[in-house]
């Protein structure tokens, strides 16, 4: 049993700052890479932002000098601290995780938040 639990979504003007929380829950063994992904209306998931377990970190070129992803390995917790945010970026934000689970020691699995709405709009 584990669960991703997001939060921090919500409505701002352009230009304006958000910060999504991502909290993962349960059997934990061990929690790999963890992301986040968006998806707008009509159109396919995407990929956004990963972080390593030692805090390596990548980036969509959307992304980069905009958003900052970080996570608290203490509390199985990933952060994305999204700053000038534009009309584009509008979209459900899904974080997810490879997370090993106690009840599984010999799978790395891949985990999904159930999504944040997030609008950018004036």
């Known amino acids: 049993q584990v669960h991703l639990v997001e939060s921090g979504g919500g409505l701002v003007q352009p230009g304006g700052s958000l910060r999504l929380s991502c909290a993962a829950s349960?059997?934990?063994?061990?929690?790999?890479?963890m992301g986040w992904y968006r998806q707008a209306p009509g159109k396919e998931r995407e990929w956004v932002a990963t972080?390593?377990?030692?805090?390596?970190?990548n980036y969509a070129d959307s992304a980069k000098g905009r958003f900052t992803i970080s996570r608290d390995n203490a509390k199985n917790t990933v952060f994305f601290q999204m700053n000038s945010l534009e009309p584009e970026d509008t979209a459900v934000y899904y974080c997810?995780?490879?997370?090993?689970?106690?009840?599984?020691?010999?799978?790395?699995?891949?985990?999904w938040g159930q999504g944040t709405q997030v609008t950018v709009s004036s």
């Open positions: 972080i390593s377990s030692d805090d390596n970190t």
């Open positions: 997810y995780a490879r997370i090993m689970t106690t009840m599984d020691r010999t799978i790395f699995g891949r985990y």
């Open positions: 349960g059997s934990i063994a061990n929690v790999g890479v």
